[in-house]
């Protein structure tokens, strides 16, 4: 039996903010069709659904015209200027179309207030050296011309400054660069946009433009944040190589968790009173010893546990919901692949077959929401162990726990609730099984405890919620 004992020092030092999800790539392949574009809001941030409320809006450079590289139907995002035959700069605010139908539709959907974030991946191809918006010649380099860090920084704030003032959307946070200090970022890539940026003096240059830039156009509202490093270690590192004019306008680190999530970075971010996101994270991984298509959900959910273990994110995003797509036209050129096996490690949460008009689900969907749709922004996150986690909500006494067994056998659980609950009734929520026959989001029979220990049973390749509105102690 797994006996773990919650402890309030165990709390989070901040309120959870919510989860969300990347729309980059997958809005801007599907923003076209009105239909599909309301069921992903419906699906993704409807309280019926994953309940999300952080979408991540990625402005797009926008390539050499003349360019045609990237293979991928999803990754061409459109830039919001073009150059005319004269090299002039014309604004085209109406070019992502696609992924701003998706946006709005997100933000109606979402039932308590839409977090939007604003990120780039690189600038516009002719601010760069290579004169290609997917990276530098050697990967390594910075690809941003020194003398547009400006331009770019204003490039960035003008789009921020239309959304908010011409099509009323408030962007609440804007990261200026997307794992910046790799060598991803390769000219003329056939996968998508990108651009390095060294850790210190070049990322400490576009951080305080940016700011400046934002400020100067009255969105000063708008958090700073940096630098979206693909690992623990890179983030780290760059915040070290912060200087101290650099954090005066730094409002929020982000990281993304390719790798281990890092404890070092999490103590980091506590130790100096900044907050902290995990902004982006998936993988094609899987629990392999379970065949029924519960494999890739059961391993995002270990992913998701230890990520707010040992990082104590305020909010938690993973890349892109819609990992896949079929289909038998060709779209920006390119033409879809097979569809995805999402009984096996797949990127994402779901596919979207376009002849059919539908988006597929998966259990991995279904596992993502035992989290998201119960432990709830303003909650304060509470880590018991590498496959249990937890939330209390000081506002109504609640308490929520989630449970992982990956395990081909029960797993037995006992949780020593004393120091934070007197006891009560759990409701209990489950997904198991197969997507065809397994359970999604199964509201199972209650369990009552009057004493301070809560004794259970996790079904086989499980993922169980069990939640508590009475019997809590407060916490403050």
């Known amino acids: 039996m797994d006996t773990v004992i919650l402890k309030k020092s165990s709390l989070a030092p901040r309120p959870f903010e919510g989860w969300g999800t990347s729309l980059c790539w997958w809005a801007h392949r599907l923003g076209y069709d009105d239909g599909l574009s309301q069921k992903s809001a419906e699906l993704f941030y409807s309280k019926e659904g994953l309940g999300l409320n952080i979408m991540r809006y990625n402005i ?20 919001w200027v073009k150059l005319n035959k004269k090299g002039e700069k014309i604004f085209t605010p109406d070019a992502d179309k696609n992924q701003l139908n998706v946006l709005r539709r997100c933000i109606a959907a979402t039932e308590n207030g839409a977090f939007v974030e604003a990120f780039s991946n690189s600038p516009p191809y ?16 910075d690809n941003l011309k020194a003398e547009c860090v400006d331009e770019f920084a204003a490039y960035l704030s003008d789009v921020c400054e239309y959304m908010e003032k011409q099509m009323n959307i408030r962007i609440d946070s804007l990261a200026a660069m997307n794992e910046p200090n790799t060598d ?20 400490n240059r576009i951080l305080i433009a940016t700011s400046k830039a934002m400020k100067e156009r009255g969105l000063s509202h708008t958090h700073i944040t940096a630098s979206d490093e693909t690992n623990c270690q890179l983030q780290l590192l760059a915040c070290k190589k912060f200087s101290k004019e650099t954090w005066s306008h730094i409002d929020r680190i982000s990281v993304h968790t390719y790798s281990r999530a890092w404890k070092r970075l999490g103590d980091y971010a506590i130790r100096h009173n900044i907050p902290l ?16 298509g519960m494999g890739p959900g059961l391993w995002f959910g270990k992913k998701i546990i230890q990520d707010l273990t040992l990082l104590s994110p305020q909010a938690w995003i993973m890349w892109q919901v819609i990992g896949s797509y079929t289909g038998s036209e060709p779209f920006d050129g390119n033409y879809d692949g097979p569809q995805t096996d999402m009984t096996k490690g797949f990127w994402g949460v779901a596919s979207c077959d376009f002849d059919k008009k539908e988006i597929l689900l ?27 986690a937890g939330a209390y909500n000081k506002n109504d006494g609640s308490l929520v726990i989630v449970a992982v067994n990956d395990r081909s056998r029960e797993r037995k659980l006992s949780l020593d609730l004393k120091e ?38 996790l079904k086989p390749y499980s993922i169980t919620t069990f939640i508590s509105k009475t019997g809590f102690r407060s916490l403050s």
């Open 362 to 388: 998966s259990q991995k969907y279904y596992c993502f929401g035992q989290f998201t749709r119960y432990i709830r922004p303003g909650m304060t996150v509470l880590p018991i162990d590498k496959l249990t």
């Open 184 to 203: 991803y970022w390769r000219q003329y890539s056939p996968k998508q946009e990108g651009c390095h940026f060294d850790a210190g003096e070049s990322q």
């Open 60 to 79: 797009g450079g926008g390539d050499d015209p003349t360019h045609n590289h990237i293979t991928r139907t999803d990754s061409k995002i459109p830039g």
């Open 126 to 141: 002719f601010m760069t050296v290579s004169g290609c918006s997917s990276g530098s010649r050697n990967a390594v380099s």
């Open 420 to 457: 934070i609950s007197s006891g009560g009734e759990f409701e209990v929520i489950r997904t198991s099984g197969s997507l065809e026959e397994g359970e999604h989001w199964t509201k199972l029979d209650s369990i009552s405890t009057d004493c301070t220990v809560l004794n259970t049973s």
């Open 277 to 292: 996101w995990m902004a982006e994270t998936d993988w094609s991984h899987s629990v392999k010893s379970c065949k029924n």
